[in-house]
């Protein structure tokens, strides 16, 4: 006979190193300030996860490092951009567990001022390795990986994002703290809306609402880099992965994928990002990160000021952290 799933999901190996439940907050001056239209408006705050300064990131490495452990690994080896928030936290990470931490960081030329996560790689004492694009950084992975093999060390490599089925259980995960929150606040929503890259979050939030069957809410990825096709195909793919993993069948759900307001690109501000920081900041003192929840916020912003949303809707706005992006050294 089968477990039940939360029985199921409760034996995969997790370490219990963030803190939860990460707050949920209502954002009433803000939704004021975005006109009698708006929806209702609540925030969670995954800016508040702990470890490495916090973020998305921590939930999926709870997973990923426990495999890791249990197989034995010494080293730990990932790749993302020279400001990665997946490579800050999974050095802390390293840190934390005493294992060996090396990087693989992407920037076209050696930066002029060091990026606020970088000089926290470095503190955590993780090996930094730059190669100039994102192109390059699988391959790169994959040489100091088979040098570590040779020299006898047991090494896990972890995906960009840690975005696999495995890490994505974090937001199985945060799905279910979210929605009993939820629950004893007396909230119903329509939406969530949150930065989609690699697709590990997003993946894990529709999972997560399958399985407590809420599928009528409507989850909005919002791309800061990639075009939508490629996004939400990487995060049918996970979804798919998360059912084999819990021995679960279920609809395919619909995978909703923006990109119209990733601007001139990865990592560049736009104006309306600009703009959601700073309304944000200024009416609730809480402040996004420029590269993904700024341009999630743009987008959701947009669906306002467009009436896709309505005054008698509910939307969660998952904060997923990154906030040092906006810092330098
Ligand atoms: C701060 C932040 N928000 C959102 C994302 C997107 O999450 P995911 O890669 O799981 O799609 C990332 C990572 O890419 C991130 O660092």
Redesign the pocket.
Known sequence: MKLPIPERLGRIPRLNLGVYPTPIEPLERFQRALGKNAPRIFIKRDDYTGPGFG???VR?LEYFLAQALADGCEAVITIGGIK???CRVTAAFCARLGLRCVLVLNAPSPPETTPASLFLDELYGAEIHLVTSREERRATMGLLAEQLRAEGTTVCEIP??A?TPLGALGYVNAMQEAASQLEAMEVTIDYIF?????????SGILAGLQLLNLPQVQVI?VS?DDAAPS?SSEVSVIVRGIGELLDVSWHHPHVMVLDDYIGAGYGIGTSESEAAIKLLARTEGIVL?P???AKAMAGMIDWVRQEKLSADETVLFWH???QLALFNL
């Open positions: 973020g998305n990131k999926k990665s928030n997946h960009l994002g975005s949150h930065a989609s890259s690699s697709g590990g979050t997003q990825g800061p996004i990160d590269t993904y929840s997923t952290g990154g």
